[in-house]
T-cell receptor, first 113, second 110 residues
Framework: KAGVTQTPRYLIKTRGQQVTLSCSPI?????VSWYQQTPGQGLQFLFE???????NKGNFPGRFSGRQFSNSRSEMNVSTLELGDSALYLC????????????FGQGTRLTVV | ELKVEQNPLFLSMQEGKNYTIYCNYS?????LYWYRQDPGKSLESLFV?????AVKQEGRLMASLDTKARLSTLHITAAVHDLSATYFC??????????FGTGTRLQVFP
């Protein structure tokens, strides 16, 4: 079956702009979570959605937001981009509702210049 | 706050040798995951450990979980070059939230 699909794979944005990343989970999976990976901070949890509801949020500023649609696809948005937002953003899907194996997409590499 | 520590951070080992990566975590959790990441790639699920005493093996890798000690190990037997990658452990932080360790970068040389 198809895996987790993230688009786009690469993005270059300028400081102050905003960006939207997309994640399509494995068919039948209802939980989608997002992670930021940087060399300095490692892998950090951003937020998690299940059935269109945000159930958990990490320690990130309000510039980071997300949503989930009725087909379980999810988007995350980052507004007013800063240089420090440059990272690999990974999306994971699981069948949910909690504590099940998570499968990761290929990620979106965001570079802020 | 749940914290996850891995050691070592870097591991350079010769082919054919054995070694163990350690993952310690700070609060009670019955679920622990191991992932592999190749450079520039995503995370590949290796093992899901769901109970105290769980042991799983796949090829040259074996993972175990001791929930009382809050410790998981990933043991590498007779390392080969193809195992070169970064290995992460992750602990369930509730509601599909994973708290990741710092990662162990493994390099296997001839």
């Amino acid at each position: 079956k198809a895996g987790v699909t993230q688009t786009p794979r690469y993005l270059i944005k300028t400081r102050g702009q905003q960006v939207t990343l997309s994640c399509s989970p494995i068919s039948g999976h209802r939980s989608v979570s997002w992670y930021q990976q940087t060399p300095g901070q490692g892998l950090q949890f951003l937020f998690e959605y299940f059935s269109e509801t945000q159930r958990n949020k990490g320690n990130f500023p309000g510039r980071f937001s997300g949503r989930q649609f009725s087909n379980s696809r999810s988007e995350m948005n980052v507004s007013t981009l800063e240089l420090g937002d440059s990272a690999l953003y990974l999306c994971a899907s699981s069948s949910g509702p909690s504590n099940t194996e998570a499968f990761f997409g290929q990620g979106t590499r965001l570079t802020v210049v | 706050e749940l914290k996850v520590e891995q050691n070592p951070l870097f591991l350079s080992m010769q082919e054919g040798k054995n070694y163990t990566i350690y993952c310690n975590y700070s609060t009670t959790s019955d679920r622990l995951y191991w992932y592999r990441q190749d450079p520039g790639k995503s995370l590949e699920s290796l093992f899901v450990l769901l109970s105290n005493g769980a042991v799983k093996q796949e090829g040259r890798l074996m993972a175990s979980l001791d929930t009382k000690a809050r410790l998981s190990t990933l043991h590498i037997t007779a390392a080969v070059h193809d195992l070169s990658a970064t290995y992460f452990c992750a602990v369930d932080g509730g509601t599909d939230k994973l708290i990741f360790g710092t990662g162990t970068r493994l390099q296997v040389f001839p």
